[in-house]
């Protein structure tokens, strides 16, 4: 729909270029010119009359003016006489009020003097009676301190009875938990030696099951390859006859032999999905026989499992009983001491209280002398703020006069001196008069002759509207009739473009099956890989550590024995701990340093071994963790733990992954080269080549927008269901070729675990202090040659398999502030000789101070030993963002794993200062017609600009800028071109204003005036301005 209206846009504009060759009916380029000279001339016959009427107005607002100016100069020399004769009378009057004040201010002066002397007795006798008062509140002091001190005493006697009681409570609480957790301890322990006596009928009983359950399945697996022997079969005549499709296009084939090769497609295509759907049918009766198995297999496993570790747990119930009857005894002994002391602090708590009673007596007599002396003083003390407020009273008096004697003495003056300006002012109002009637009489000359100017540019003004009006109807007539058929030729192209639908829903089979294939197995083997090593992990500990445990339990060897084995299993796990734990370390620092080295040259020839594994028929014998392997794995503290952590988390993370790149849209590409056939055309209007290429425009622009459309809706009904498939069959391939390994080396360090924990309870001291000995010196070795293995690991695995990291982000804009959009950019670099062919997605997880545009984007491909650029991602700064503030991005890149790794996540966080948001009102006040002179001289015009700041203060302020543009810009006169506004706050607005005046020549011209607003040497915003002066 976009191609087909810029098309059309495209032919309305060039219409003009065929005016010579198109017919006179649609010809209407002729028409429009003679349309658009009248309609100058109108413009200017009308700016003509307006001219001459603001004239006309100008002259009659100055009568109007001069004549309403006279009679107010009339008034205002009446108004000043009669404001003269009342001053003169009010000085005498004014001048006896000052005699009467004064006079009254001496006597208030002689009153404030004798209350004064008053308030100094006043306050002798205050002064006596509060140094009466400082013994009584010297004894008072040394009681309250005395009571203080006791009953601090009842505080700590109380904390001391608190503590007491709560330690003999808990011990309570401890002995009556230690009986219930010695009657667990038995119940769970004859529970687990009844579980012993069926653990051998529960295994015989699953592993008949499971033989049943693999005859199913191998059953159906025959039946399958049969179908997919088929499917193959019809997918190579499905690309036979897009071939032949393909071909016909391209060399212009008729169109009926074109849509019979689509008919034979379309069956074929509807063969092959057929074949398609019944092989996922019967792929989805195996993965559920499969699931089965694997279910069957968990149980039997875990009965297993259980089998050989009950005795040893049943051996540590025993033990944890033994240890927790000790525990009781001490409880026991606890409660006796706690009584006691509860005893002894209670006796001292009733002696403190007779005591404290006795102060608290004589503490209250000494304070009710100490009030009765208070009492007194504050009686003297309230007389004496009775006389303050008589002096204040007086004082303010006395005050209030002297400013009445100051103000009457000023408006003697002032009165004074207004009688000689008033008599000045009449004597110029009456010389103005006289000029003013003079300009009167001929301002009403010239409103005649502007009266007659109006009355014959009217007459000019009609006839040319008639002939304009005439000139637009021939126009508009023959520009319908050429839309009219630009747009049955556009229809005529659009018909054609059905085909686009099914070659786009072919192309979108072709996409989901490749996409799906290449994302599913790269997703899915390492789901497999990070599913192994959890599950692997998890079993291996368990299994392990119950067998070695068992095995220390069970040893009776004597001291030096012990000596021996601690020294030599502490070099053999001190090797496994290393390989497992270490090694996985080094791997990576030695990641780091390739990634931390300079890009070289790409190899000339790269030498790749690629594998083949055969996933049909592929069996899942390895089941998901049950919850009580979980349980029991989180009861165990081995060296593993770390690991599982780890192995769990990238289970997730895969997981999350997979979920992502799973959506359709996600994973769809649209397809960059359509299949365009032939269009016929030749049916426009006359054979005109406009409309020929309109109908070729929009024959394409509809078949594309069928094509992508189709191909979409194609990939999205069978990706997610093609990719599920893939992605099953690879992490199930993955999960059982890794499995075996990973379960084997945790079993070796939970065996080692386990036999660890055993022999230091059998042995205690001198088995642990000898192993943890060897330990030490072994490990040092162990992990050198952990370091030296991971080196030539990583070499390897270069050489066959890609490896990224992120080699740089950024945040990019040309400003960084408020309202602007910016990207985060960045590069990846593979230091692997094999091309990345999977996808590498970089996500935006938090962001401060600004939206997101994007939430992620997928980079599918990276050369070999080269940098990659990441997909920009787009972020929108708050529009209420100030300067100073920060904008903060916070994301994550998802790389392919390694051998340790299931996948890596490698995070980033970008942070920018902003610079100050300039966002802000514009307002402007001018007159879009102004006169070039007066009567009497030539105008000056004045446009004010108001600029105010929305987001915040603006300290430098803007620059406004006004110039003249175009051809007319030397007829306008300028007094400024540049002003500046001076900081401004938030909220507030400041005006500049400019003065302009124009020539004779302007008369009649259209004057383009430009008004920039400027910050920091860049613009922010320009207005055109068109003035019509007259």
Known sequence: MKSKTILVLACLVSAPVFAQSLPDEINFGPYETRYRTLEKEVAAAQAQLNSSRTSLQEAQRFISEMTQHLSDLHDQIQAAEEEIAALEIEIPQLERRISTLQNERSRAENEIRNLQYQQSQLESRYNQAIREMRPLEDAIARKEQRYRELHSERTQLQRQESEAESRLRRANSEAQQIDRAVNEEYQKKKQMEQELAGAQTRISSLESEIARSESTVNSLNASLGSERGKLASLESRVQEYQAQVNSLRAAGAPAAEIQDAERRLGAATNARNNTANDIRRMEGEINRAQAQVRTQRSQLDEARRNQAALPGRIAQAQGRIDKLSVERRQVKDEMDRSERQLAQ????????????????????????????????????????????????????????????????????????????????????????????????????????????????????????????????????????????????????????????????????????????????????????????????????????????????????????????????????????????????????????????????????????????????????????????????????????????????????????????????????????????????????????????????????????????????????????????????????????????????????????????IGKIEIYQRTYESTYKSSYEVEIVKAKEKSKGDASRELQEYLRVKPLLTVDSTALAAENFRGGEEISIVGKVKNVAAVPLNGPVMVRVTEVVNAQKIDGEVTLNSAPALSLADLPALKLKVNDSARAGEKVIV?????????????????????????????????????????????????????????????????????????????????????????????????????????????????????????????????????????????
């Open 345 to 756: 602090v209670r006796t001292a708590q009733a002696m403190n209280a007779n005591i404290m009673a006795s102060v608290q007596q004589e503490l209250a007599n000494h304070q009710a002398d100490l009030q009765r002396q208070r009492q007194y003083a504050d009686s003297i003390a309230r007389d004496a703020q009775n006389v303050r407020s008589q002096i204040e009273s007086l004082s303010n008096h006395s005050r209030n006069l002297s400013s009445q004697i100051a103000q009457a003495s000023e408006r003697v003056r002032s009165n004074q001196a207004t009688i000689p300006r008033l008599q000045a002012g009449i004597r110029a109002d009456e010389k103005e008069i006289a000029e003013g009637e003079a300009d009167l009489a001929r301002a009403r000359t010239d409103e005649r002759t502007f009266t007659q100017a109006v009355a014959k540019d009217e007459i000019k003004l009609a006839d040319l509207t008639r002939s304009r009006d005439s000139a637009q109807n021939e126009m508009s007539t023959r520009r319908d009739l050429y839309q009219r058929y630009l747009t049955e030729a556009e229809a005529l192209g659009a018909g054609q473009a059905e085909t686009g639908t099914t070659l786009g829903r072919a192309e979108g089979s072709r996409l989901s099956s490749a996409l799906a294939k290449q994302n599913g197995m790269a997703v899915g083997q390492e789901m497999g890989r990070a599913e192994a090593r959890y599950w692997g992990s998890v079993r291996g500990e368990i299994q392990g550590y119950d067998l070695g445990y068992s095995e220390g339990l069970a040893s009776i060897e004597d001291r030096t024995r012990a000596i021996e084995e601690a020294s030599l299993k502490a070099a053999q796990d001190a090797e496994l701990f290393a390989q497992r734990n270490f090694k996985p370390v080094f791997f990576e620092e030695f990641v780091q340093a390739e990634f931390k080295k300079p890009m070289m040259a790409a190899l000339k020839s790269l030498q790749m071994i690629r594998g083949s594994v055969a996933l049909e028929g592929a069996r899942e014998s390895v089941g998901p963790l049950s919850p009580s392997e979980l349980a029991r794995s989180e009861e165990l503290k081995t060296p593993l733990d770390a690991s599982i952590v780890t192995a769990a988390k990238d289970v997730k993370a895969v997981e999350a992954r997979a979920l992502r790149i799973s959506e359709p849209e996600v994973a769809f590409q649209v397809p960059t080269k359509i299949p365009f056939g032939t269009v016929a055309c030749a049916q426009v209007y006359k054979g005109l080549a406009v409309f020929k290429a309109a109908c070729e425009g929009s024959y394409k622009g509809t078949f594309a927008n069928n094509y992508v459309t189709a191909a979409r809706e194609e990939f999205g009904q069978s990706y997610q269901r093609q990719f599920q498939s893939e992605f099953d069959a690879a992490d199930v391939s993955q999960r059982e070729a890794s499995f075996p390994q990973e379960l084997s080396e945790a079993s070796k360090i939970g065996r080692a675990e386990g036999t660890r």
């Open 890 to 1030: 916070r994301g994550v890149v998802e790389l392919p794993g390694d051998l340790y790794r299931a996948i890596r996540q490698e995070k980033f966080e970008l942070v920018q200062t902003l610079s100050a948001n300039p966002a802000h009102d514009l307002g402007m006040n001018y007159n879009k017609t102004p006169d070039i002179k007066g009567v009497f001289r030539r105008n000056i015009h004045f446009m004010s600009v108001k600029v105010s700041p929305k987001i915040e203060e603006i300290k430098d302020g803007y620059e406004v800028v006004l110039k003249a543009v175009g051809e007319n810009a030397t007829l306008v006169d300028q007094n400024e071109t540049s002003l500046k506004t001076g900081g401004i706050l938030q909220g507030a607005a400041k005006e500049v204003r400019f003065s302009y005046s124009f020539k004779d020549a302007a008369k009649g011209k259209t004057i383009n005036l430009e008004l920039s607003v400027i910050y920091s040497g860049k613009v922010l915003k320009k207005e055109a301005i068109v003035l019509l002066p007259h």
